[in-house]
């Protein structure tokens, strides 16, 4: 199982401080996505067949020069579209609808009121929102409908359920949208139709999967830290390859006490894992004395780390 086998929903990054929280929120909704930048083409998407698109929102107003577009191809594709905040606007705007400056603008908690059916809001109908925004759509493109307003936003949601194309001037992503995640699901799950299969189970047999035939028939050797990362990276490769690992656990004496025990008793005999214990504990401390400058001691420490580990592996 690799990448491939997973629906994909892209998100397109317009300098948003949530496209990471969007990404996010559609795993959490097991079904995998990809952060892109706003300059990608709509033959880079076509290339990547993804179940849907999220434009996010960003720091910009439409109507400033030089303001970060998206290829209008990309409408033409036939895939899902989902606009947030900023990317609703541009929806509107780059489809015919209108984009106004406003004098008050929305920010925080705001009361919103369904209009009518709504494929995306049909879960939802009324809530609270988070807004955030100084410009507001004030006409729809031709073919859309808007599909709930606000006291200042009189297009708070728009849609053409028609193209697939969707856009909610407040932000799904975030906790002060309580319902936001239904939002989301209601696009990736119901207008999508991404299936929900990015899940734990499935993501460590993909990267198994991809290590088995990465690795073959050959060797290969982790260094571990103590830390979660290359933790993980062991245990993971370990599931892979078994016998074909070994681990190289620099002690530095720099964990706290008790803790590398911990990691060769967790490695070695619980995983079973074929693990070198390189006691280096006082090499660090001679290598360290005198050093008072934080971002030395943290080269310094890279250092030995690297100087360890090769003579560990040169042994084998």
């Known amino acids: 199982m690799t990448l491939a086998d997973f629906d994909t929903v892209l998100v397109v990054d317009f300098g948003a401080q949530y496209a990471q929280l969007i ?3 559609v795993r959490e909704a097991h079904v995998y996505s990809e952060i892109v930048p706003h300059g990608v083409t709509a033959a880079e998407v ?17 109507h400033v020069p030089g303001a970060p577009q998206i290829d209008p191809e990309v409408f033409e594709l036939g895939i899902p579209v ?9 929806v509107a705007s780059q489809l015919g609808g209108v984009v106004a400056h406003t004098e008050r603008g929305e920010y925080g908690r705001t009361a919103m009121e369904r209009l009518g059916d709504s494929r995306l809001l049909g879960l ?14 004030v006409e729809v493109p031709p073919g859309f409908v808007a599909t709930a307003r606000t006291a200042e936003a009189p297009v708070a949601a728009l849609e053409s359920s028609v193209r697939g194309i969707y856009g909610v001037q407040f932000h799904p992503e975030v906790a002060h949208t309580p319902r936001g995640q239904e939002v989301l699901e209601a696009f990736v799950h119901g207008v999508c139709e991404a299936r929900p299969t ?5 993501i460590i047999e993909s990267q198994v999967e991809a290590v088995q035939a990465q690795v073959g028939d050959e060797r290969v050797i982790c260094g571990l830290s103590g830390g979660v ?3 993980v990276a062991a245990a993971l490769v370990h599931k892979a390859i078994g016998s074909q690992l070994t681990c190289v656990y620099v002690d530095t004496g720099l964990m706290r006490e008790g803790e590398s025990d911990q990691v060769v008793e967790t490695f070695r005999r619980h995983q ?5 214990h390189v006691r280096a504990a006082e090499r660090f401390f001679e290598r360290l004395a005198g ?11 890279g250092e030995r780390f690297i100087r360890e580990f090769e003579v560990a592996a040169q042994g084998l």
């Open 23 to 25: 990404a996010r929120r």
């Open 46 to 62: 076509a290339a990547r067949a993804p179940a849907g698109i999220i434009l996010s929102g960003g720091p910009k107003s439409v």
């Open 82 to 90: 989902l606009g947030i905040c900023y990317g609703a606007q541009l």
């Open 124 to 137: 939802a109908g009324d809530q609270t929102v988070w807004m955030s925004h100084g410009d507001s759509i």
């Open 198 to 202: 990015w899940t734990m189970t499935s």
């Open 229 to 231: 990362d290359s933790a």
């Open 272 to 276: 079973g894992m074929e693990l070198i």
């Open 291 to 301: 050093v008072v400058d934080p971002e030395e001691k943290r080269k310094a420490i």
